[in-house]
């Protein structure tokens, strides 16, 4: 059985028949063609799939596509505003926080989510918010780093 | 691909990447289809575009470590030119040499110095066209930057270079394995932290991994693993692509 789910990807909005229990996942990448989102577990485990559903961050390979159905996804295509990244993008890259880079979206998604909510994390709160989230190439030392850069460049923006 | 590339199919993919007109053609024999050994040519290698940017080429993957990053400098290292200006593919079968498999922390010890032999070539081979255009001994010229400079002041690019004609017959010569390298003592690009050539794209989700990639009619293969010792598979599966799956 097919359904018809429209909802917002990246600012646009998107429309598509298929099974309503069809992974968003699988959608965002075979659909879309919106493969910054990977698949890592399949099973909420590992965090590489991380993207967010009206703003707040969601496991795709757990949600069922009808879930997104009159929301609004953001992946890691749509972070940047056009050519200009976001401050944990430019973090990341500053830092070279990235080995194989295969865990990097979902790093990155989760680590603007935790200093959204918490502008001024402590190093507890960084690995208590990015726990969920695993680097097989254990490159956690820079990762650490580049999120305490980018907290850093947004007090400076914040204090001007 | 079941047919080997010709040289003038791999000459079209080359351009196809965008780094400028490549005029380099590669030698008769498909070199991407065969092991290593002596006698490849400069171009089996590296490429030199009209905007002055150079292609090279490796069978290696990068898995991680960052090989990417270090091929790039060992072949801007002897050619002498900004990291930047070094495009490296790496394991598209097509277009490189056949490097083996990527096992065995070997990239580091053996293909490093197979890129740094094939610069250091090109940089002779290029050196030796700019003497003889301008009659002078290639030992009294200097490269600096991507740039040959005699005595008396004259300069040529490698961009210039690669415009000029003879530089076809030149990089289809083959890589000396005892050519001069840079001692480490000169190194200004290898041995110094660079950042990865695609950590841009690393960061907006737009590198492909392998597990990105979808080819025309590709097929996926699964393990299945039975359940319970001595249980036999009673039915075989197969699924053709879901609609919509297409060639990136």
């Known amino acids: ?160 | 691909m079941d047919e080997p590339l010709t040289a003038l199919d791999r000459r079209a993919f080359l351009q196809a990447l965008g780094s400028g007109l490549l005029i380099t053609v590669t030698a008769p024999e498909a070199w991407a289809q065969r092991r290593e050994g002596s006698g490849m040519p400069v171009s089996s290698r590296l490429f030199l575009n009209e905007d002055g940017t150079i292609t090279a080429l490796s069978g290696k993957v990068e898995e991680g470590q960052g090989p990417r990053a270090e091929l790039t400098q060992a072949a801007a290292e002897e050619l002498r030119v900004p990291v930047e200006r070094v495009r490296l593919v790496m394991a598209d079968t097509d277009l490189v040499p056949d490097d083996g498999i990527t096992a065995g922390s070997r990239t580091t010890p053996r293909n490093v110095p197979e890129m740094r032999q094939a610069a250091a070539t090109a940089r002779e081979l290029l050196t030796a066209l700019a003497a003889r255009q301008w009659k002078v001994d290639a030992a009294t010229l200097e490269v600096r930057d991507g740039v040959i400079t005699s005595p008396a002041g004259w300069t040529m690019t490698y961009a210039e270079l690669a415009k000029a004609a003879d530089e076809v017959a030149t990089l289809d010569q083959p890589i000396r394995p005892d050519v001069a390298l840079t001692p480490v003592r000169g190194w200004k690009t290898l041995g110094v932290s660079v950042a990865r050539p695609n950590a841009r794209d690393l960061v907006t989700g737009t590198h492909r991994f392998p597990s990105d990639v979808v080819r025309p009619g590709m097929l996926y293969g699964k393990v299945l693993r039975l359940p319970a010792y001595g249980a036999t598979l009673e039915q075989r599966f197969s699924q053709t692509p879901v609609s919509g799956w297409s060639s990136p």
């Not at chain 1, 200093?115 to 507890?124: C, K, Q, S, Y």
């Open chain 1, 1 to 160: 059985m097919s359904v018809t789910v429209r909802f917002r990807v990246n600012g646009t909005e998107r429309s598509l028949t298929t099974d309503p229990q069809r992974r968003l996942l699988d959608v965002l990448r075979e659909e879309l063609q919106l493969t910054g989102t990977k698949y890592g577990c399949g099973e909420g485990q590992c965090g590489a799939c991380l993207v967010y559903l009206d703003g707040e961050p969601a496991r795709s390979c757990l949600l069922p596509v009808r879930a997104a159905d009159g929301k609004s996804v953001t992946t890691i295509e749509g972070l940047a505003r056009g050519d200009a990244l976001h401050p944990v993008q430019e973090a990341f890259l500053e830092e070279g926080a990235m080995q194989c880079g295969y865990c990097t979206s979902g790093m990155i998604l989760a680590a603007a989510a935790l200093l959204r909510d918490n502008p001024d994390p402590t190093d507890e709160s960084i690995v208590a918010g990015m726990n969920g989230h695993l680097c097989r190439c254990n490159g956690y030392g820079k990762i650490m780093n580049a999120v305490r850069r980018a907290a850093a460049t947004k007090r400076a923006a914040r204090h001007g």
